[in-house]
């Protein structure tokens, strides 16, 4: 089968798209013949591994990957089962996450995917999993949405950010949405109640001290005391991520000075990294079912150009999700 792989750490160009062995599942496992994947910052930093602390979390190897696969979000139809496998067949079509889902056959958990709704594309499905379950544990459990809140989403034109905004409404809050000039329709168009263009305001230093209960900080970058004067007096700051200019430092501020800050008032500042879970998979079907929550895609790339889409991921002028169709 066809497979991108890298056999080194660095830019788009280590990959390489090549002939690799079928994987066979294991107990527990499903063979699944890829339809789509999509691309995600995750994908972006395992491709880098920057900085080394990354190579170590990851347990992938320090100078070159022992896992030279790629890929996280996929759809597709199950091709095999592997023992004591209870709720799938061959013939089902799912849609979750596999190790190495830029390929053409990936092995996955069991537990990792649910059936893909019947009406919904592999193009739509493969874009949910990552993106969908990041922006619903962060407004969620991290953020404590409730029904009346003020909700802020910086970054809301992006892949966790369209679905962040679909979600808020989905939980009743009253949200903004913070993006480019080039995606005030996009957002406007997914249920935002208001939308701030950050190329021509900066949603804290607002002349009329506008304040959230919950803002959820998927991309850009303001000082953390900042956010923290753009809150509520109980409200909370959740960051999912920040623009590549400023990760670094972003996730260093709320690390530590967000707990100094969280422990010494009741304004909460919180990072958290998602834990994707199948319960929380199927939630989402429901919504996707019920047509609360619909994918955006802004661009779709052949398995042999996955290397362009990460290119074009790391521009960071997604609309939405980059799906590699196979």
């Not at 759809?75 to 053409?104: C, I, L, P, W």
């Not at 319960?279 to 919504?287: A, C, G, H, P």
């Amino acid at each position: 089968m066809q497979a991108i792989v890298r056999t080194r750490y660095g830019s788009p160009d280590v990959l390489q798209l090549t002939e690799v062995e079928q994987p066979v599942p294991k107990a527990g496992e499903l063979l699944i013949r890829v339809h789509a994947a999509s691309v995600n910052a995750l994908d972006r930093h395992e491709m880098r591994s920057r900085p080394l602390l990354i190579r170590i979390l990851s347990g992938n190897g320090l100078r070159k990957p022992k896992d030279q696969r790629l890929g996280v979000d996929l759809a597709g139809r199950v091709e095999a089962v592997g023992n004591n496998v209870a709720h799938f067949q061959v013939g089902d079509d799912v849609f979750g996450r596999g190790s190495g889902a830029f390929a053409e056959f990936v092995c996955a958990r069991e537990e990792a995917v649910v059936v893909k709704p019947a009406a919904l594309p592999f193009e739509s499905a493969a874009a949910v999993p990552v993106a969908a379950l990041t922006a619903l544990q962060g407004l969620r459990d991290h953020g404590r949405v409730q029904p009346g809140q003020q909700v802020l989403i910086q970054g809301a034109g992006g892949g966790v950010g369209t679905f962040a905004v679909q979600l808020a409404k989905a939980f009743g809050a009253e949200v903004t949405a913070v993006c480019s000039t080039r995606n005030v329709d996009l957002v406007r168009s997914l249920g935002a109640d208001a939308v701030i263009d950050y190329t021509q305001v900066d949603f804290t230093k607002s002349k009329q001290g506008q304040q959230y209960d919950l803002i959820l900080g998927v991309n850009g970058y303001h000082p953390l005391l900042a956010y923290r004067r753009a809150l509520r007096p109980a409200g909370r700051y959740v960051m999912v991520g920040a623009s590549t200019a400023h990760l670094f430092q972003a996730l260093f501020q709320v690390l530590l000075l967000g707990s100094v800050l969280s422990r010494t008032g009741r304004r909460k500042m919180v990072f958290f990294v998602c834990k994707p879970t199948q319960k929380d998979l199927l939630f989402v079907r429901e919504l996707l079912e019920a047509g609360k929550i619909v994918p955006v895609i802004d661009r779709q790339y052949p398995l042999r150009d996955t290397a362009e889409a990460l290119r074009y991921l790391e521009a960071e002028h997604v609309r939405g999700k980059v799906v590699i169709t196979v």
